[in-house]
């Protein structure tokens, strides 16, 4: 509980984006941006997991990513 929705959705997208979890990933990601979370938030997640994570995993995530901005109309 000491964890704000917006700061549990950075985690969260974190975790999913290092797991390869593609339908899981779009939907937490639409839940990061109404919990207040910022595109350019996103795409640091993103990268800083593909060095971790590896780059197929921050490859697919910025897929997702791409898509769920551009049908929110955020690109």
């Not at 985690?11 to 207040?36: F, I, K």
């Not at 910022?38 to 795409?43: H, L, Q, R, S």
């Not at 997991?49 to 997702?64: D, H, I, K, S, T």
Request: aromatic share 6%; glycine share 8%.
């Amino acid at each position: 509980t000491e964890l704000s929705k917006r700061d549990r959705s950075l985690v969260t997208l974190g975790a999913l984006t290092a797991l390869y979890r593609t339908e899981e990933l779009q939907h937490n990601m639409n839940r990061a941006l109404d919990n207040g979370v910022t595109t350019t938030e996103i795409a640091e997640v993103i990268t800083h997991m593909a060095l971790y994570a590896g780059w197929p995993c921050g490859v697919n995530a910025g897929r997702v990513a791409k898509q769920v901005f551009d049908e929110r109309g955020l690109t």
